[in-house]
């Protein structure tokens, strides 16, 4: 009886390309979308409420990754043919769309000396934003490299984006809400403005499958 063991073909099997999982796609991305439209809403409506620039760039973030989650949703459906570099080029583009939004706003609030009032639904959101974001953006990073989809990899660079502001806007909104100095408000804003944009040049290059 010959007991030897199947010789397997590594170099074949290295990066070979695994079937497309729709139905974890479909469910990943309307979580995402039920998250942002939360996310968004309660950002948005936070800022407008506190008069705070952190908030208005936390809340313009959640629409861009709305989007995002939406355009990679579409690809996946056969009456949407969409380029995924494309979608990935667009991911970008409204990155460095917002990082111009959050630097005119932010130069506005210091010079005009916007003072912003604590928010607690704004620091609630981005808490809730801290622990929420980077699970969605390992998990859709996870199924983007076994599906080898750049859209929905691009798409888990923008969970990944807003993660990195929800600490930054949450430590502004912190410090103001602790010992009351406004110009952190805006401040925090404009330190988030680098990681839009290295996350933009990201995007519009396009995440990695891991395959070569």
Request: with cysteine; glycine share 8%.
């Amino acid at each position: 009886m010959d007991r030897s063991l199947p010789i397997i073909n590594t170099r074949n099997h290295e990066c070979k390309p695994q079937p497309a999982a729709p139905r974890i796609v479909f469910w990943l991305q309307g979580l995402t979308l039920a998250w942002m439209l939360v996310e968004c809403g309660i950002s948005l409506y936070a800022a407008a409420t506190a008069h705070s620039v952190a908030l208005l760039a936390f809340g313009a973030d959640s629409l861009v990754e709305l989007i995002s989650a939406a355009v990679a949703l579409m690809s996946f459906l056969p009456a949407f043919a969409l380029s995924k570099t494309r979608i990935a080029g667009w991911a970008g583009l409204l990155l460095f769309a917002l990082a111009g939004v959050v630097a005119v706003a932010g130069l506005t609030a210091l010079v005009t000396g916007v003072r912003p009032l604590t928010s607690p639904a704004g620091i609630a959101i981005t808490i809730a934003a801290l622990i929420v974001m980077p699970a969605l953006a390992w998990l859709k990073r996870k199924t983007a490299k076994t599906t080898e989809n750049r859209a929905l990899a691009a798409d888990a660079v923008q969970s990944a984006t807003c993660a990195y502001l929800a600490g930054i806007i949450l430590l502004g909104l912190g410090i103001n809400a602790a010992f009351h100095v406004g110009w952190m408000d805006p401040v925090a804003a404009m330190a988030a403005i680098p990681i839009l944009v290295i996350e933009g040049r990201r995007a519009l290059q396009g995440e990695s499958c891991g395959c070569s």
